[in-house]
């Protein structure tokens, strides 16, 4: 695309009708998305009900990949007969005359039990497995990297519910609590292949009624962990984590599943590990060219464990890296792992244009419901999946290096704009020009 002046790409993105091109995305990977969208088991009264969940879920979607900041904006955006239009023939129904108004969604998402997206999401992440697009990104053609990283939602002045967390803040000389803040937090298990990164499971962090200690991360890890390998049993994961997981119990959990882990180490969090790798490092003289040093086999209570230390010269900053692996460190696999130890930042990177619009239709939630908010923030994980993968797993879009703002309005556009095509509705991948992600 080199060359290519303002004008030529504006004129080829004029061409594309691309929320076409969007279904035909969400269909080529996901047949079955409708179904399930319209499957949720729904706990409102059956009487009331105008909408059906599909509408409903596939609205939300369409707020999230179109990125509009508001739940009440959404209603002023999707007001036209165009967009009504084309979500009665995404979802094939011919009577649709009115998209449901967002306090109607949110009535919806307080009562849904959230159980229910997950449900979908790990549809479409087994379906991303089965159609085998993303075998590339193993790591050393084996393992699937499993970012794990948790991050705040939203934070309040005053209680917001009986789950939230709190936090003190005391006067250094008094001791006194001068402020309290009450938040939200969450830890995300996010699959990264390539410049994409998946959410694959969450974890709310949370606590419970009358608890005696908060819910922190590493126990809402456990929960996740869990979790991850009842419904993955056989899948080779690899979990990428900060220092806070390098500890004997994650150790431990990842022997039991049989999973691999590279995480973050810093001198503070096990002081004997890097006393060990401090002084063996000079010894077993294990290096490769690339400024890699490690050293395998330091037993720390029942673990043996490896260490790998990188000094890099990145654009002329000296760079250091270390982190702690249960995978044997070779010559041929240093730069592997470090690779792989260092894509975590993806998930945070990531995170800032989700959690935008997370925080976007929580803000707008009049009461503030913790079990809408929740719905809301794996809705926001789901049409994240969609939106990678249009932008990323699709050569046509892909070509446009456009930014996620402007897919996003593009997107929006062309939902106000263009109406769709058999093909575009059809499951067909004829022509599909999706490459191997
Ligand atoms: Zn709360």
């Known amino acids: 695309m080199k060359g290519e002046t303002r004008k030529q790409k504006r004129e080829k993105q004029k061409e594309i009708n691309f929320f076409g091109e969007f279904i035909r995305i969400k ?3 996901f047949k079955d998305i409708n179904s399930r969208l319209k499957g949720v088991k729904d706990k409102r009264h059956q009487s ?6 599909d509408i409903i879920l596939f609205s939300m979607i369409m707020k999230n990949i179109t990125s509009i900041e508001s739940m009440n904006q959404m209603t002023v955006e999707f007001n036209s007969e165009k967009c009504i239009n084309n979500v009665s023939k995404v979802l094939g129904y ?10 109607t969604i949110n009535d919806f998402l307080k009562k849904l039990n959230p159980c229910e997206i997950e449900k979908i999401r790990k549809y479409m992440i087994k379906e991303l497995f089965k159609k085998r697009c993303l075998e ?12 794990v990283d948790a991050t705040g939602i939203v934070s309040f002045s005053d209680r917001h519910c009986e789950h939230c967390l709190k936090r003190e803040y005391k006067n250094k000389e008094t001791g006194e609590v001068e402020n309290t803040v009450y938040f939200h937090y969450v830890l995300e298990a996010k699959l990264v292949v390539g410049d994409m990164v998946f959410s694959i499971d969450t974890e709310f962090i949370e606590n419970e009624k009358n608890y005696e200690k908060q819910d922190c991360e590493l126990k809402a890890f456990k929960r996740l962990a869990a979790r991850l390998k009842k419904n993955y049993k056989r899948l080779p994961i690899c979990v990428l984590g900060d220092s806070l997981y390098a500890v004997d119990p994650v150790f431990k959990l990842c022997k039991e599943y049989n999973w691999q882990y590279i995480l973050t180490f810093k001198e503070g969090r096990t002081k004997s590990i890097w006393s060990e790798f401090e002084g063996l490092k000079g010894l077993e003289n294990n290096n490769n060219s690339k400024g890699c040093t490690w050293v395998n086999e330091i037993t720390y209570k029942d673990n043996l464990v490896n260490i790998l230390e990188a000094k890099l010269v990145e654009n002329g900053v000296e760079k250091e890296f270390t982190f702690i692996t249960n995978i044997t460190i070779k010559e041929k696999n240093a730069d592997k792992i470090l690779y792989a130890g260092r894509s975590r930042w993806k998930i945070e990177n990531e995170g800032f244009n989700n959690q ?8 707008h939630l009049c009461c503030k419901d913790y079990n809408a908010m929740k719905n809301h923030y794996l809705l926001v994980q789901i049409a994240d999946i969609l939106r990678q ?3 990323c797993g699709y050569e046509l879009i892909r070509s446009l290096r456009a930014s996620i703002k402007e897919i996003s309005s593009r997107i929006l556009e062309s939902f106000r704009r263009d109406s769709l095509t ?3 509705i059809a499951n067909s991948n004829k ?7």
């Open 431 to 437: 022509r599909m020009q999706i490459r191997c992600l």
């Open 27 to 29: 269909n080529h990977f």
């Open 48 to 53: 009331y009900i105008e909408y059906t969940p």
């Open 136 to 147: 590339d990104y193993r790591l050393l053609d084996k393992y699937w990297t499993i970012a």
């Open 356 to 363: 935008k619009n997370i925080k976007n239709n929580i803000e």
């Open 94 to 103: 011919e009577d649709l005359d009115e998209l449901p108004h967002h306090d």
């Open 389 to 391: 993968l249009f932008e």
């Open 422 to 424: 058999p093909e575009d």
